[in-house]
């Protein structure tokens, strides 16, 4: 749920003070911060890296530079952000050393129960979970993440970052160390070549429902 | 009607077109560019499905128990961040450039009060001379090693370049900064091959530690046709001969600058 700008000040207010206390020598202090920003940032890590393994490692390791690197952050921007930046920065790290196996882990890994329960066609109204359906669905699912996993970590971390995550674009090319205008030709560039990969699968399933409708 | 672009209509559905009024008029006008539009929104609704886990209740407390055996009973302070290993190398670097300008500082002749601020412009130059060939010198070692580096056998299916990928990292923060000096400075031109090269060192430090020989070859490829390594040599030995001139007229330093300008 999005927290209104007086619920982000409180919080701000409130991290502020946490970062004081921890650099104060209150070494509990930063536990407020964790527990509060940990779910956001485990959120953009897995988006970013596509695996839960190294989400949950992005987050640990975001979280321990953050409180290695407290004093240089002295308050500049809110807690949350220059955490998520740090999040974002070594996910990107991640990835570079991850992709071949997440490739290949993409093309061999079983659909979940939790995938089937996500399933894109069941959200069509009238879906009917019929065998063709569930494979087409699944066919889908493992193509979008290989569209994704085929994106370079620039595209792949300005797709998560401006389409899932909503950041602004500066926020994006502080990240990307780019400009404004090349960090936009980065979000169109992976959104197109999204598209390129996935239209036909989305097409098909558009039919496959015209399909299943008329019977 | 002219049509809008594919790249128009991506940056309209997230949010980043600047012309936003103007694309959305045309949309309510043109069936084509409205059904193009639907396409690429059906393609994003589709990624929107795509399930994040649910880290469960819990979670910031569970990994506060995993990180905090790992943390030290206090943040350091901001200065002992600087006697980081990488720091510290930048560190000797700006203390071997004030050596050298007190060094220089010492040999040159008195000058009179009229020519303080262009021996002052001199010094600072030839700070940045002698800084940006010692670095140059080091970056083409570490190009030439990358360049040479071969896998051992035939059979070796990745080749080994983290220490090289690790230099470039600390090159590349050496290299914003004497880029950023030579425009503060002036110098266009050796801010022009510094841009240059931070790319081929961006390249580096963002490869994966372990490449495959294809890899290796296409990295040793991007190196030869930007003919980096030889701009760097003849910007490197230009950079000796200005060191070893004691107080280069300004005629020479802007004929210097023209022939680097040539590479």
């Known amino acids: 749920m999005p927290a209104t700008s007086e ?8 991290d502020a003070l946490a970062v004081e206390r921890t650099l104060a020598g209150e070494r509990d202090a930063f536990r407020i911060l964790v527990e509060r920003h940990s779910r956001t940032v485990f959120r953009l890590a897995y988006r970013m890296t596509g695996n839960r393994q190294d989400a949950e490692e992005v987050v640990q390791e975001a979280f321990l ?18 955490v998520y930046r740090i999040a974002a920065n070594y996910a990107i790290d991640r990835m570079r050393h991850r992709k071949k196996e997440d490739a290949r882990r993409v093309l061999h890994e079983p659909i979940s129960e939790e995938g089937i329960q996500d399933d894109p066609m069941a959200k069509v109204e009238d879906a009917k979970p019929t065998p063709e359906r569930l494979a087409q669905s699944r066919e889908l699912r493992k193509q979008m993440e290989a569209a994704l996993a085929a994106l370079s970590h620039a595209e792949r971390t300005a797709f998560v970052m401006r389409h899932w995550e909503g950041c602004g674009i500066e926020e994006i090319s502080a990240v990307l160390k780019s400009s404004s205008s090349a960090t936009k030709n980065t979000v169109f560039r992976a959104v197109q070549k999204l598209r390129q990969a996935l239209q036909p699968f989305v097409g098909r399933g558009e039919q496959a429902r015209a399909m299943g409708m008329e019977s | 009607m002219k049509h809008m672009t594919e790249e128009e209509l991506i940056a309209y559905l997230e949010g980043v077109a600047s012309e936003r009024t103007e694309i959305a008029g045309h949309l309510s006008r043109c069936t084509s560019c409205r059904t193009e539009l639907k396409r690429i929104e059906a393609v994003l609704a589709a990624l929107d499905t795509l399930p994040v ?27 002992q961040a600087w006697l980081e290993p990488k720091h510290l190398a930048a560190i000797g670097s700006l203390a071997a450039m004030v050596l050298v300008a007190f060094y220089i500082g010492r040999i040159s002749k008195p000058v009179s009060p009229g020519n303080v601020t262009v021996s002052q412009e001199q010094v600072r130059e030839r700070i940045l001379v002698v800084a940006v060939g010692a670095h140059l010198g080091r970056t083409e070692m570490m190009l030439v090693e990358l360049s040479n580096t071969e896998p051992r056998d035939r059979n070796q299916k990745q080749v080994n370049i983290s220490a090289e990928q690790h230099r470039a990292q600390d090159l590349l923060e050496e290299n914003r900064l004497y880029r950023q000096t030579a425009l503060n400075e002036g110098d266009a031109q050796l801010a022009s091959i510094l841009d240059e090269l931070e790319r081929v060192l961006l390249d580096v430090a963002h490869s994966p530690d372990e490449v495959t020989p294809a ?49």
Do not use: H, M
């Not at chain 2, 819990?58 to 302070?77: H, K, N, T």
């Not at chain 2, 760097?232 to 230009?238: I, P």
């Open chain 1, 65 to 82: 530079r953050a409180y290695q690197n407290l004093a240089r952050f002295a308050g500049t921007s809110n807690f949350g952000t220059w």
């Open chain 2, 53 to 79: 886990p649910d880290p469960g209740e819990g979670y910031g407390r569970r990994v506060w128990q995993q990180i905090a055996p790992r943390l030290p009973e206090r943040p350091s302070r901001w200065w």
């Open chain 2, 215 to 263: 890899q290796l070859e296409a990295i040793r490829q991007k190196i030869e046709s930007r003919g980096i390594l030889f701009k760097v040599r003849v910007v490197g030995k230009e950079l000796q001969q200005r060191e070893r001139t004691s107080a280069p007229a300004p005629a020479q330093n802007y004929s210097s600058k023209k022939e680097r300008n040539k590479v």
């Open chain 1, 7 to 14: 619920n982000a000040q409180a919080i701000a207010a409130n």
